[in-house]
């Protein structure tokens, strides 16, 4: 079958970002219509959830093709996230791993990740259509922090769900929420960590259907949310192709390298080299203590198909359906399931899946700390991991997406190495 | 093994027939202990219940309150699971002639096998599912042969922001009651009903819909029960009823049940 690609010429001043017109060849690796990508996805919601959703998925097209929105959204990631992010030729990691590395800085995003991206165009979204107020989870409290800033700036209503434990590991971030002006609710409910406060931010969707948008922080959820949210995202590979065009003449990389938690970042980084067979998709779970542990986030190793916060995907769980608990010492890393879109690009075979355990992911942070200078997430730094693992050709070119920075994990890190 | 007439009208259309209004209870299987489940189902049929939802309990409840949340999270401690549920259920119609349902959210049964878990259903006698986070759609592409091959009832949800487009879309591919929930909210969070409430009421009254309504949600004890009913068939009363297993356990059901149906 022939492909279009979805975007020709991604460059600086023309943004062909959301070219889904109708009669438009789409990609078999982007949603359809009903928000499938092959088998996953859709929208399997209660029926309290589907006006608010029916809303969003109706206009978040239209919206995000008028010209006013893109302007304004061009506009902040510019002058207020600071992009376009550098694509940095990371010389001394090329010449330990013998194969050409390049670094998209997304740690310099303002907030310190790509959560920002998403964020930024959330909230012009809930502007366009009349809301008030926002709702967000947050596991680590990156995209909580990412969702109070844009708040704060928009001066918007912010409430940001926490479960209880993460609240107690990761003070920092609920005190830059707070300093930001936003509310931090509690999850009380059922494990008391990242899954249970998406609940309990649906949970408030339910109660509050018209005045509030919800601002899910990865591309999980039911339809449309996975599709949006990769669209926004999708700014980091727009840029990474005439990024790359300048330095190697060459639009495609052989690799794209990004960790995945829900899958946002690396969602954004593959965009628009989905249909690009030639270049290599490449994903990175999180071990956790090891895949056989019992202690692991690597869903494409352990998850099967279900259905969790409204996306049919693959998630972890036990025989009788319910899902478990996930572990990785990256907060950002700790979901039980994995946005449909990669789901798909497991199952079908065009990514290339890799678990990176906890203390793999830890050496590779202090790694790259100390070749290049940049101190990683940890989340990021599971993607670096694989260097070790994955041996690549000398003259392929090997994006890593360096998806965040460290200073959150400070802590972690100098725990972990007795600093 | 009861006979099972199928193609005749099944319990929960029979039910609906029936003079006067209904009193349904949900509760959560395997709370407050894995075993209760059959004696609490005997109960409710001994002092005059209507129709049971039998709460299948799930780890991640999106529709659900703090309440019946925490009482699946309990269920499943206990150790409950699909498999338990029907084990417990394997003689029930020997004793218990009420409508029974099962309320569960869609990843479980979607793990045991659909199609397997109306079969095991249909030959313990259950009547019909509600499964919230099953969409019409979804049911209606992919689900809607196995539900009638084993002769189960899907019973879909509304709400005062459903429009009168989607309800009239799902009267027409309903076929038992419509379970018409009362607020804009998750299970147990609103203490009685306003105005809003009324006006909703009425709303959907004068839809003149092909299938009666029952109202859940919201309904906690005799007044919120005659507000619910005054123009809906009947009433689905779960977190309350959560709350007063919670306190006085599984023995003194009865009283709760009479002080709404007097
Ligand atoms: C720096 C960083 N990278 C990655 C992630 C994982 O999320 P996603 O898979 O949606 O990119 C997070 C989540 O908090 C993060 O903070």
Redesign the pocket.
């Known amino acids: 079958m022939e492909k279009e690609p979805i975007t020709s010429s991604a460059h600086p001043k023309g943004r062909p970002l959301f070219k889904t017109k109708k009669g438009q060849t789409r990609s078999q690796y982007q949603a359809d219509e009903r928000g499938y990508y092959g088998e996953f996805g859709g929208a399997f919601i209660p029926e309290m959830l589907y006006p608010n959703t029916e809303e969003l998925r109706q206009n978040y097209i239209t919206i995000m093709e008028e010209p006013s929105f893109k302007k304004e959204f061009d506009q902040l990631l510019r002058d207020y996230v600071g992009r376009p992010t550098p694509l940095y030729y990371a010389n001394r990691l090329s010449q330990k791993y013998k194969v050409k590395i390049y670094l998209k800085r997304e ?1 310099l995003c303002h907030t ?4 920002v991206n998403n964020t930024i165009g959330q909230i012009l979204m809930a502007k366009k259509l009349g809301k008030t107020r926002i709702i967000a989870e947050t ?2 409290g ?2 909580g922090v990412a969702t109070a800033t844009v708040c704060a700036l928009m001066g918007m209503e912010c409430v940001v769900y926490m479960g209880e434990i993460d609240i107690a590991r990761q003070a920092p971030n609920v005190a830059r929420m707070k300093m930001l002006g936003a509310t931090v609710r509690p999850a009380l409910s059922g494990s008391k960590t990242l899954k249970d406060a998406t609940n309990e931010a649906i949970r408030d969707w339910i109660n509050n259907p018209v005045d509030t948008h919800y601002i899910i ?3 999980v959820g039911p339809h449309p949310y996975p599709d949006m949210v990769a669209r926004f995202q999708s700014v980091i590979s727009e840029e990474i192709k005439w990024q790359l065009k300048e330095k190697e003449g060459r639009e495609n990389p052989d690799y794209v390298v ?9 969602a954004g980084a593959y965009y628009h080299f989905l249909d690009q067979p030639e270049v290599g998709i490449i994903a990175v779970e999180a071990a956790g203590k090891g895949i056989d542990t019992g202690k692991s986030a690597a869903t494409s190793a352990l998850g099967k198909v279900g259905i969790i916060h409204g996306s049919k995907t693959l998630l972890m769980q036990t025989t009788d359906g319910q899902i478990t608990e996930p572990y990785s010492i990256s ?3 700790d979901y039980p399931g994995v ?1 449909p879109m990669h789901a798909h690009l497991f199952t079908s075979g065009r990514g290339e899946f890799i678990s990176i355990t906890d203390d793999d992911a830890m050496t590779a942070g202090l790694m790259v700390s100390q070749l290049e200078g940049i101190i990683p ?1 940890i ?2 730094s599971h993607a670096f991991a694989i260097l070790e693992y994955r041996k690549f050709k000398k003259d392929d070119i090997v994006v890593i997406n360096l ?2 920075r460290g200073d ?1 994990d400070l802590q972690t890190y100098i725990n972990y190495f007795k600093l | 093994m009861p006979i099972v007439y199928r193609n005749k009208m099944n319990r929960i259309q029979k039910k609906l027939q029936e003079e006067g209004k209904i009193l349904s209870i949900y509760f959560t299987a395997g709370y407050p202990a894995l075993n209760d489940t059959v004696k609490i189902i005997e109960n409710l049929e001994k002092c005059g219940v209507g129709m049971i939802e039998i709460g299948l309990p799930f780890s991640d409840p999106l529709a659900d309150g703090p309440t019946i949340q925490a009482s699946s999270t309990q269920a499943l401690k206990n150790g409950m699971t699909s498999e338990i549920l029907f084990d417990q259920l394997k003689a029930i119609r020997k004793t218990v002639s009420l409508p029974l349902l099962i309320m569960g959210y869609f990843n479980p049964i979607y793990q045991f096998g659909v199609e397997a878990f109306c079969k095991k259903c249909q030959e313990i006698g259950i009547d019909g599912l509600i499964i919230p986070d099953l969409p019409v759609d979804v049911y209606l592409d992919t689900y809607q042969s196995i539900f009638h091959k084993y002769g189960l009832i899907n019973i879909f949800l509304i709400t005062p922001q459903t429009s009168e487009e989607r309800i009239r879309f799902i009267d027409k591919v309903s076929n038992g009651f419509i379970y018409m929930v009362s607020s804009a909210s998750v299970t147990g969070t609103k203490e009685g009903f306003g105005a809003t409430q009324e006006a909703y009421f009425e709303r959907i009254h004068a839809l003149a819909l092909k299938n009666p309504q029952i109202v859940g949600f919201g309904i906690s004890n005799a007044e919120t029960f005659q507000q619910a009913t005054k123009l809906a068939k009947g009433a689905i009363i779960g977190s309350a009823v959560i709350k007063h297993l919670t306190a006085h356990g599984i023995e003194k059901l009865d009283q709760f049940v009479q002080e709404i149906i007097g």
């Open positions: 740690d310190g990740a790509h959560k596991g680590a990156q995209h922080g990865s591309v990004a960790c995945v938690g829900g899958g946002s970042n690396a907060a950002g890393l946005g997430a989340e990021s998806s965040g959150k």
